[in-house]
Each structure stands twice: as structure tokens, then as C-alpha cells.
């Protein structure tokens, strides 16, 4: 396993509620869409298919080997997706984290991570009301119906984070003798 940390940051003077979510449901990403938005000099690959040949898309790893976690900073499981509460001028760290895939060959990883806003421009929790209240009032108390209500809107206030990695498997050869010098003994297999 390996890890990243990802900085999300409130500039706003009120509580923002705010989700990240591993994307687990397009199987394939439009390599021109990704190229124009993420190709950098700095990934772990070019943006073409690991085999050499030219193709349109680009598989998401997560669909394929579910590989992607973000660790939750409280109790530090992994998991695919996170609903938290930012505190006005926060920061919060999060740690993306790759479990390498069982697999022979090597493999280019990669998948997005949507960071959505689920909180509207007039709502200012912690300002006008807490949260909790809003969430109380509106909602009865339920994150679940909340989370349902908020949909739309995490899709229109969301950005979207590249995660990419290469699996890389070693070749082994194995000696099928072996002479030590030093004592003429001979080692076979």
C-alpha cells in the first residue's frame, strides 16, 4: 500500500460540507478529455494504453481492480467516499491511498477523485445557523436524505482530482545451477 496526501482547504468564512468520492462508475475515461485536463510531465506514465497501442479511452483502474481508498482522518479505515464538514478557514489532509492490484504484468492505475461542494452560495452554516440545526429542520436529522437532496449539486460544484500510478512486476530468473568456486562444489537444481 502506498499514500498520498490530499489538502482540502475552506477559504469562505462559513462551514462548507463537502464530499470525496472515488469514481466508481465510469468504466472508461475519453484520453483527449484526460490529456487536456491532466497530462503533465510528472505522472508515473504517458497517457496511452500500456500495451503500445493507440485507443480513444483510457480504463479507470478503480472499475477495473478497486485499488483506490481514502483513509477517513478520524478512524483512519479506508473507504471509497467521505462526507465531512469544513470549518470556516480549515484544512483538512486526506490520504489517498493504492493497494497494488494481483496482477502478472505491469499495470498503468488510474481514476479521479470528485471533491464536490455540497453546500449552496447562500447557506452560511455556522453563521446564520449551525449545520446540525439545518440539518435538523430541513432534513429531520437524516445525512442520508441530505446526501440524496445534494446530489445535483456536488455534480455542478465538483472538481476533479487525477490519481495515477504504475504496478510494476520484476522479472526473475532462476539459475538452474550454480558452481562455488571456492570449495568445487557443484549446486544443481
Request: aromatic letters at 6%; hydrophobic letters at 35%.
Amino acid at each position: 500500500m502506498l499514500g498520498s496526501t490530499l489538502s482540502v482547504v475552506n477559504l469562505t468564512s462559513s462551514e462548507q460540507i463537502v464530499e470525496l468520492a472515488v469514481d466508481a462508475t465510469t468504466l472508461k475515461y475519453n484520453k483527449a478529455t484526460i490529456t487536456e485536463k491532466f497530462d503533465h510531465p510528472e505522472l508515473p506514465f504517458k497517457l496511452e494504453a500500456s500495451d503500445g497501442k493507440q485507443t480513444d479511452s483510457l480504463v479507470n483502474s478503480e472499475v477495473k481492480y478497486e485499488s483506490w481508498y481514502i483513509e477517513n482522518p478520524v478512524s483512519r479505515e479506508l473507504t471509497k467516499r467521505i462526507t465531512l464538514k469544513l470549518g470556516p478557514k480549515a484544512e483538512q489532509d486526506f490520504i489517498v491511498v493504492v493497494r497494488a492490484p494481483s496482477t502478472r504484468k505491469t499495470e498503468n492505475l488510474l481514476s479521479i477523485i470528485n471533491l464536490g461542494l455540497l453546500t449552496y452560495a447562500d447557506e452560511q452554516f455556522g453563521v446564520k445557523e449551525t449545520f446540525e440545526d439545518f440539518l435538523k429542520t430541513k432534513f429531520g436529522g437524516s445525512m442520508k436524505d441530505f446526501l440524496k437532496d445534494r446530489k445535483k449539486v456536488a455534480t455542478a460544484q465538483r472538481i476533479e482530482i487525477l490519481l495515477a500510478g504504475r504496478v510494476e512486476i520484476p522479472n526473475l530468473i532462476c539459475q538452474k545451477g550454480m558452481r562455488i568456486e571456492t570449495s568445487d562444489v557443484d549446486m544443481q537444481h
